[in-house]
């Protein structure tokens, strides 16, 4: 079974183009954060993306530098042979899927979401602008 799952943010905004038929294509890369990080290693990875059809048409129209999404899709090699004959091994991600994986307020910050302090009363303290993630609201 070929599964990759990840999730990243966009290291800049995609490169969309159509084939002859009209079918959207878009070429991305994402940067994944390293679960373990070792010192002298780098903190992220980088994957380069690719997506057709409506999955194209989505990151055209919605996604950007700095958005953090979660992909799924499938590993696929191409390996060259360059001009002084050496074999150049690029792996990327076909896209079966993509989804928002931050709310819109966050995204349009690029930053974290503050996270509820719970009182000595047993409370929580909802700090102010996360409306929108509270599923009662």
Not at 88 to 113: G, H, L, W
Not at 118 to 125: L, M
Request: with cysteine; charged share 25%.
């Amino acid at each position: 079974m070929n599964l990759f799952i990840g999730m990243g943010r966009l290291t800049k905004d995609a490169d969309i183009r159509y084939t002859q038929d009209g079918k959207a294509v878009a070429g991305f890369s994402i940067a994944v954060d390293r679960r373990f990080k070792r010192e002298g290693q780098p903190d992220a990875d980088f994957f380069n993306c690719t997506a057709f059809g409506r999955n194209a048409e989505f990151v055209e129209r919605w996604v950007h530098k700095g958005t953090k999404v979660v992909i799924s899709g499938e590993l696929q090699n191409n390996n060259y042979t360059n001009k002084e004959g050496q074999t150049v091994y690029n792996v990327q991600i076909i896209v079966n899927s993509i989804e928002f994986a931050e709310s819109k307020k966050a995204a349009e910050n690029n930053a974290p979401v503050e996270k509820p302090v719970q009182e000595e009363s047993g409370f929580v303290n909802v700090p102010e602008g996360v409306d929108e993630l509270l599923p009662f609201n």
